[in-house]
């Protein structure tokens, strides 16, 4: 095992742990006092809101941190293979569950000071908040096995790239299908257009997990000369996946005909989406399922 590894498992477990803690207290307070918790009457922050700004920033830190570590585990293969995609799955979950947790909140908050409480909001909120102390709870887990790991079993380890390439368009297809659906439900809601702004976190938060694994995957293969990333074979792959996404996009966006939008900015998160999910899929059919044919 390198130092380097050693030093990121260090610091990744050391923000597991300030994170589940920050997590605990914020359960705690909101199901004690969900009032002060979220400071729907003060107009200032007081020492324990302070201290619930400092965890969310923990918390979002050791999200970011904790899955890009997993997309470096992926490099070596073991038998924690499996342990690995089940956490970078709820951990892209948890990640997502961080927005609507801000959503929740604020619902809290607009309905409280109307005097309408509805339950759905809060339960929905204690579900997020329960989803990021799985993924948490989860990580510590996969750390401590890891430190258990002899140096001679990590140096058998090789390096597997190809792994990493091909979860980034699983994420690829993930983050098509949810921008896809978020753009219909605002189309389909009527949602007015000096609204969108609010749901472009949303939008980014789709795309920052593929974006992390494309970035991790780009400086793994920037170490080589660029007639090294690819056989023959992968890169005619990747051109029949570019023609392909080209040919599919066509009647792909006549289906928005009918929907008679005026304005450019949903065809073009629309586009956008539609466009990494048709990708991505073709980049698994060429590499992987035509292989098995």
Sequence with gaps: MSSKN??????????????????????????????????????????FDIITIAGYLFIT????????????QFRYPSEFKWLRILILIIGISSLLALGVEKVMIDEIAKEYRSGFIDQGEFNILNYALTLNLLFNMMMIYYL????????????????????????AQ???ILAGLLGIFQTFVLISSASHI???????????????PYGLSVVFWLSLKLKKNISEWYDD?????????????????????????PFNILNPIYWFMYYVFLVLLLFSGCILFYFKIQDAV
Aim: glycine content about 2%; charged content about 15%; aromatic content about 16%.
């Design 233 to 257: 074979k992968q890169f005619q792959d990747i051109l029949k996946s570019s023609l392909t996404t080209l040919i599919l996009s066509i009647p792909c966006l006549l289906v928005m005909i």
């Design 61 to 72: 830190i050791f999200h970011l941190y904790g899955i890009i570590f997993i997309f470096t």
């Design 194 to 208: 000096t609204k969108f702004w609010i749901f472009i976190p949303f939008y980014v938060l789709f795309l920052m």
């Design 6 to 47: 050693k030093i990121n498992q260090l610091i990744v477990f050391i923000l597991s742990i300030i994170s589940f803690c920050s997590l605990v207290y914020i359960l705690l307070r909101v199901n004690m006092n969900v009032v002060e918790a979220i400071n729907i009457n003060q107009k200032s922050l007081d020492f």
């Design 170 to 172: 699983y994420l690829g």
């Design 144 to 167: 401590l096995k890891l430190f258990r790991r002899t140096d001679k079993e990590e140096a058998k380890n090789n390096f597997a790239d190809e792994n990493i390439f091909l979860i």
